[in-house]
């Protein structure tokens, strides 16, 4: 082997994995993206996750989640705040408070994608993003504006660190922050 060979290979096996990334990518904007304002908040928990992030940002309260006045403490603050950026990149509308959740989904995906390719080669990876992508019910939370993109990203966030953590002691610091915000 001489270093030339090995540098091809590298290189390769980068442009493999790069072109695998944005396969998945345009393909989850596809799945994730398209029409994602279209229809109007349906399931009960949408509604109530956008209203209480609208009235946060109504009375400038970034810690205490209510729902029309009354204390909401059955979900977790980060998916609020995602959602008020949306609201004020986007303005308040379906579309801003799906964003966030779509954006968790399309890195849930790559993250599979990039474990996948680093413990069972490139097609490995790609297969496992994809069979994630398309699957039924990731589609669908990945579409509304609930709390489960962001536990999915979160959760695999933390099992894969600690997967990696024995050969790189930092992943186990990141499996630990990833639990805190799962």
């Not at 540098?7 to 989850?28: G, P, Y």
């Not at 109530?48 to 109504?58: D, G, I, K, L, R």
């Not at 959602?83 to 379906?94: C, D, N, Q, T, V």
């Amino acid at each position: 082997h001489s270093p030339c060979q090995d540098l091809d290979q590298a290189c390769e096996s980068f442009m493999r994995s790069l072109k695998n990334h944005i396969v998945l990518t345009v393909l989850c904007v596809l799945l994730f993206f398209t029409g994602l304002g279209s229809t109007s908040l349906w399931d009960i928990d949408e509604t109530s996750n956008a209203q209480a992030a609208v009235e946060m940002m109504e009375r400038g309260d970034y810690v205490v989640p209510t729902l029309n006045g009354n204390l909401r403490t059955d979900k977790p603050p980060l998916h609020y705040w995602f959602m008020m950026l949306a609201f004020k990149i986007f303005g308040k509308s379906e579309f801003a408070a799906r964003f966030f959740v779509a954006v968790f989904a399309l890195l849930t995906v790559l993250m599979v994608n990039e474990v996948g390719t680093r413990v069972f080669g490139t097609t490995g990876g790609f297969v496992s993003g994809l069979v994630l992508a398309v699957s039924f019910l990731f589609t669908v939370s990945s579409r509304s504006a609930t709390t489960d993109a962001f536990l999915i990203f979160f959760t695999n966030l933390a099992v894969l660190s600690a997967f990696f953590a024995p050969r790189k002691p930092i992943m186990g610091v990141i499996s630990w922050a990833s639990m805190g915000f799962a």
